[in-house]
């Protein structure tokens, strides 16, 4: 999506110089042989002039900052309003993995045949059924990608025997619903990798990828390679090379169209003769089909044939006939990551794609069916049973892309403190980003006493801005805390400096 262009105020300035002051101010309280010259003004006022500065005019604040070991509320700001949380909704997504299915949970893909193999003629099809397992892919082992995966496969079929499929690779994926987009998504987020359909059979996070390199003179078309090659995906090349340019980093204007129902992929734009190859990449239309279509073209090019090419089980008739247990044999298991390393994934880069599946995976574990609502329903179950107030929970996703989903500052505190009492709990702390370490965060509250101290989890879609996580004050008392910004019309670096320096003036200020 394009970056919205957004006009700087005179009152942007002044918020700048006020949070430039707090940063300094409370940096000054802990550096050892200063005093201040003035005494302490207490955490309330201060927070309350940062958030009621005029450049929030258009905008809403919901705050709540809570001690975690008294469970003293230090501070609070319409706490009980229902806000757009955007990726805040994550903490409560990957709260419920860890809760129903444990930081030991590891998905399983099968991979079998079914029907008779005859002298390495297989009278039946290979299937492979999902799980919801959103890390089939190269992400976590850059020895291990995406197309080592499918070799893998392809090699238990070739150790089965099997030199000829009569045939398909079938794709099951009814371990989720066929909803595989939130109805309340923006018509345009459809195409975007951030946006990618989940699918109870997935690979390559049910995205494609290409890389752009210029052609041999200015004039000529570039090049567009999809990484894993695949007919699934057609490449309608429009970017033409120029003259170069004398600049190097930043990529060139390249964008891409993708049509819904289709896996027509139309590139445009341009690159300069002396650019550096670049990637780009997007979501694709039905996942399910995609894995086995990936598969199926495995087959083709290690010399075995399938003869009726690739398809997803729902567009057989007898679905019953093909999941057959007496008439299957198990060729090989895909085993994912632990649940541990996955909810790492979803929370510092913050992964749509991964933390829809989650919720989906959450809502089957808890009432066997994969849909949002039953994962919506699992995680206020899980709330009610803490002793938390969900009515104001609305979940239509598990990532935060929807602009229907809410929840309050209250309850986001509520449910960080809670899990801090919970077995899991190091791997939930673990996996948020660190201030001016990693994650989302990894450029945020450098050179301030926050830095590598703030766990905290963003959430950004437009006009809509949060943090939320945990830190440790000067006194050593841990505390969690819930910021959100709704309907803001200043920059977004604007909300993130409020933020931060909230983070710094919660960490130093003494609270009775």
Same mark, same amino acid.
């Given at each position: 999506?394009?970056?919205?262009?957004?006009?700087?105020?005179?009152?942007?300035?002044?918020?700048?110089?006020?949070?430039?002051?707090?940063?300094?101010?409370?940096?000054?309280?802990?550096?050892?042989?200063?005093?201040?010259?003035?005494?302490?003004?207490?955490?309330?006022?201060?927070?309350?002039?940062?958030?009621?500065?005029?450049?929030?005019?258009?905008?809403?604040?919901?705050?709540?900052?809570?001690?975690?070991? =008294?469970?003293?509320?230090?501070?609070?700001?319409?706490?009980?309003?229902?806000?757009?949380?955007?990726?805040?909704?994550? /903490?409560?997504?990957?709260?419920?993995?860890?809760?129903?299915?444990?930081?030991?949970?590891?998905?399983?893909?099968?991979?079998?045949?079914?029907?008779?193999?005859?002298?390495?003629?297989?009278?039946?099809?290979?299937?492979?059924?999902?799980?919801?397992?959103?890390?089939?892919?190269?992400?976590?082992?850059?020895?291990?990608?995406?197309?080592?995966?499918?070799?893998?496969?392809?090699?238990?079929?070739?150790?089965?025997?099997?030199?000829?499929?009569?045939?398909?690779?079938?794709?099951?994926?009814?371990?989720?619903?066929?909803?595989?987009?939130?109805?309340?998504?923006?018509?345009?987020?459809?195409?975007?990798?951030?946006?990618?359909?989940?699918?109870?059979?997935?690979?390559?996070?049910?995205?494609?990828? $290409?890389?752009?390199?210029?052609?041999?003179?200015?004039?000529?078309?570039? @090049?567009?390679? /999809?990484?894993?090659?695949?007919?699934?995906?057609?490449?309608?090349?429009?970017?033409?090379?120029?003259?170069?340019?004398?600049?190097?980093?930043?990529?060139?204007?390249?964008?891409?169209?993708?049509?819904?129902?289709?896996?027509?992929?139309?590139?445009?734009?341009?690159?300069?003769?002396?650019?550096?190859?670049?990637?780009?990449?997007?979501?694709?239309?039905?996942?399910?089909?995609?894995?086995?279509?990936?598969?199926?073209?495995?087959?083709?090019?290690?010399?075995?044939?399938?003869?009726?090419?690739?398809?997803?089980?729902?567009?057989? &008739?007898?679905?019953? $006939?093909?999941?057959?247990?007496?008439?299957?044999?198990?060729?090989?298991?895909?085993?994912?990551?632990?649940?541990?390393?996955?909810?790492?994934?979803?929370? &510092?880069?913050?992964?749509?794609?991964?933390?829809?599946?989650?919720?989906?995976?959450?809502?089957?574990?808890?009432?066997?069916?994969?849909?949002?609502?039953?994962?919506?329903?699992?995680?206020?179950?899980?709330?009610?049973?803490?002793?938390?107030?969900?009515?104001?929970?609305?979940?239509?996703?598990?990532?935060?892309? %929807? @602009?229907?989903?809410?929840?309050?500052?209250?309850?986001?505190?509520?449910?960080?403190?809670?899990?801090?009492?919970?077995?899991?709990?190091?791997?939930?702390?673990?996996?948020?980003?660190?201030?001016?370490?990693?994650?989302?965060?990894?450029?945020?509250?450098?050179? %301030?006493?926050?830095?590598?101290?703030?766990?905290?989890?963003?959430?950004?879609?437009?006009?809509?801005? =949060?943090?939320?996580?945990?830190?440790?004050?000067?006194?050593?008392?841990?505390?969690?805390? %819930?910021?959100?910004?709704?309907?803001?019309?200043?920059?977004?670096?604007?909300?993130?400096?409020?933020?931060?320096?909230?983070?710094?003036?919660?960490?130093?200020?003494?609270?009775?």
């Amino acid at each position: 999506m394009k970056p919205q262009v957004q006009t700087v105020t005179p009152a942007f300035f002044f918020l700048r110089r006020f949070v430039a002051a707090a940063v300094a101010v409370a940096t000054l309280a802990i550096i050892p042989g200063r005093t201040m010259a003035t005494e302490t003004v207490a955490l309330g006022p201060q927070l309350d002039a940062l958030f009621d500065d005029p450049i929030w005019s258009n905008a809403r604040w919901g705050v709540k900052i809570i001690d975690l070991e =008294s469970s003293k509320t230090l501070y609070e700001r319409d706490p009980a309003k229902g806000f757009i949380p955007a990726s805040n909704l994550k /903490l409560y997504t990957t709260a419920a993995a860890l809760e129903y299915l444990g930081a030991d949970y590891r998905f399983e893909t099968k991979l079998y045949l079914t029907g008779a193999l005859n002298k390495g003629v297989l009278k039946g099809d290979i299937l492979i059924v999902g799980s919801g397992d959103p890390s089939i892919s190269g992400r976590y082992n850059d020895d291990t990608p995406t197309t080592a995966i499918l070799n893998q496969w392809v090699d238990a079929v070739r150790t089965a025997g099997i030199r000829r499929i009569e045939g398909a690779v079938v794709g099951d994926d009814d371990t989720f619903d066929e909803s595989h987009l939130s109805g309340t998504w923006q018509l345009d987020y459809f195409q975007e990798w951030y946006a990618a359909e989940n699918s109870g059979l997935a690979i390559n996070e049910n995205c494609w990828d $290409a890389t752009v390199t210029p052609g041999p003179r200015p004039g000529a078309p570039a @090049r567009v390679k /999809l990484e894993i090659p695949t007919q699934f995906i057609t490449v309608r090349n429009e970017v033409v090379t120029t003259a170069p340019s004398g600049k190097k980093g930043g990529d060139p204007p390249v964008e891409f169209t993708r049509d819904y129902e289709e896996n027509i992929v139309t590139v445009r734009g341009f690159i300069p003769a002396d650019a550096a190859p670049f990637h780009i990449w997007g979501g694709v239309r039905n996942g399910t089909l995609y894995t086995a279509t990936l598969l199926r073209e495995a087959l083709t090019r290690a010399g075995i044939k399938v003869a009726r090419g690739a398809r997803d089980i729902d567009d057989i &008739k007898d679905k019953a $006939a093909a999941r057959a247990e007496d008439k299957r044999t198990l060729l090989t298991t895909h085993v994912s990551p632990p649940m541990s390393r996955i909810v790492a994934i979803v929370n &510092k880069p913050s992964q749509n794609f991964y933390a829809d599946q989650l919720l989906k995976v959450v809502g089957r574990a808890a009432y066997n069916s994969g849909d949002y609502n039953s994962g919506e329903r699992a995680v206020r179950d899980m709330l009610t049973t803490a002793g938390l107030e969900a009515a104001g929970l609305q979940m239509h996703d598990g990532s935060g892309l %929807s @602009r229907q989903d809410l929840v309050e500052p209250r309850l986001t505190a509520g449910l960080l403190a809670w899990a801090a009492t919970r077995p899991w709990f190091q791997f939930y702390h673990d996996s948020l980003p660190i201030a001016g370490v990693d994650g989302t965060i990894r450029s945020r509250m450098k050179g %301030s006493i926050a830095e590598n101290v703030v766990h905290a989890k963003t959430g950004y879609i437009g006009r809509v801005r =949060s943090l939320s996580g945990y830190t440790t004050t000067t006194a050593n008392r841990r505390i969690v805390f %819930s910021m959100m910004n709704n309907n803001y019309l200043t920059p977004t670096k604007a909300v993130n400096d409020a933020q931060d320096a909230a983070c710094v003036l919660m960490m130093t200020t003494p609270v009775d």
